[in-house]
């Protein structure tokens, strides 16, 4: 068994037990089981996906970093948002916010822009998890 706890700058949003977790690393989805050897990563935006019990549940993550040592899974995230907590509205005004932003600096160099992609894989992911998909 796992301990998944994931905090954000403003609140601890999850500590629980966990049976798998599959988290969206900088470079691809990494999958946690009991027994994993230590890691420490950069997150990307997207959503994390734990179970416990046969149970799943989804949380959509906005960037951070991951620890795993001796079967704890720590998440620090820039944002964590359950599906009931995601307010669609903010979050299509957060997407098209950083698409016109994006599109208005298509000529600075891609480094410049990173932030920009970051919020809007932020916000993909919260309309993802609040549509169920």
Do not use: W
Request: hydrophobic letters at 40%.
């Amino acid at each position: 068994m796992l301990r998944l706890e994931i905090v954000t700058p403003e609140k601890k949003v999850i500590d629980t037990e966990a049976d798998s977790v599959t988290v969206p690393t900088a470079s691809g989805d990494a999958g946690i089981l009991p027994s994993h050897a230590p890691l420490v990563s950069a997150l990307r935006p997207g959503i994390l996906t734990y179970t416990n019990r046969g149970t799943s549940e989804r949380i959509a993550i906005g960037g951070g970093f991951l620890e795993v040592s001796n079967d704890k899974v720590s998440i620090l995230a820039d944002s964590a948002d359950l599906a009931a907590d995601i307010n669609t509205d903010a979050a299509r005004l957060q997407r098209e916010e950083a698409e016109r932003a994006i599109a208005a600096a298509s000529t600075q160099p891609i480094e410049e822009t990173e932030n920009l992609r970051d919020q809007l894989e932020t916000a993909n992911a919260r309309l993802q998890l609040a549509a169920g998909k």
